[in-house]
T-cell receptor
Framework: KQEVTQIPAALSVPEGENLVLNCSFT??????LQWFRQDPGKGLTSLLL?????REQTSGRLNASLDKSSGRSTLYIAASQPGDSATYLC??????????FGTGTRLTIIP | DAGVTQSPTHLIKTRGQQVTLRCSPI?????VSWYQQVLGQGPQFIFQ???????GRGNFPDRFSARQFPNYSSELNVNALLLGDSALYLC????????????FGPGTRLTVL
């Protein structure tokens, strides 16, 4: 069974700090990995997509890395802002063409 | 360009009823997937359609069915609703297949009483 774990489940940091969110997985035979953010009661917003052949992707203050050998991905957020408060989900695509999601990390940025 | 749209936004049904949820993908996208998200959990895969054909099905009972139309929009039907079907139902579209980046709609919040 393909398992995706995100620890911690919740994280609070002061505004302006850099932070790292973690995603670990047991099956390294992935096609790609996506990071999403979800605001309460809303849909998912795609942040970054990393193909299995890539090691990292960057968009603005966000940087995502992928290490298949260790079964880990990280999402780095630089200079955090209150608007970054949301739940962050990682999702892996395997050969069965369905995204397998972690349970998410609820991030709160304290002004 | 408009993103993925879903209707209705919210829905309240009683046990045993049937419900139909609708999704319109991003223009040019041919693949649509449906996910169920129970409160506090990550989304769970229900169906994937490409070019009007079912390409994948998750671990959901036969009460769940879906279809994709020639314009690539999609419907998700759930029969004989149970309390446990209460969830946020999310639709995602991608350009050709699920191997492309997937974009999600705002979801339909279904409450079963």
């Amino acid at each position: 069974k393909q398992e995706v774990t995100q620890i911690p489940a919740a994280l609070s940091v002061p505004e302006g700090e850099n932070l790292v969110l973690n995603c670990s997985f047991t099956d390294s035979a992935i096609y790609n990995l996506q990071w999403f953010r979800q605001d309460p009661g809303k849909g998912l917003t795609s942040l970054l997509l990393i193909q299995s052949s890539q090691r990292e992707q960057t968009s603005g203050r966000l940087n995502a890395s992928l290490d298949k050998s260790s079964g880990r991905s990280t999402l780095y957020i630089a200079a955090s802002q209150p608007g970054d408060s949301a739940t962050y989900l990682c999702a892996l695509l395997f050969g069965n063409e369905k995204l397998t999601f972690g349970t998410g990390t609820r991030l709160t940025i304290i002004p | 360009d408009a993103g993925v749209t879903q209707s209705p936004t919210h829905l309240i049904k009683t046990r045993g009823q049937q419900v139909t949820l609708r999704c319109s993908p991003i223009s040019g996208h041919k693949s649509v997937s449906w996910y169920q998200q129970v409160l506090g959990q990550g989304p769970q895969f229900i169906f994937q359609y490409y070019e009007k054909e079912e390409r994948g099905r998750g671990n959901f009972p036969d009460r769940f069915s879906a279809r994709q139309f020639p314009n690539y929009s999609s419907e998700l039907n759930v029969n004989a609703l149970l309390l446990g079907d209460s969830a946020l139902y999310l639709c995602a579209s991608s350009l050709v297949s699920s191997y492309n980046e997937q974009f999600f709609g705002p979801g339909t919040r279904l409450t079963v009483l």
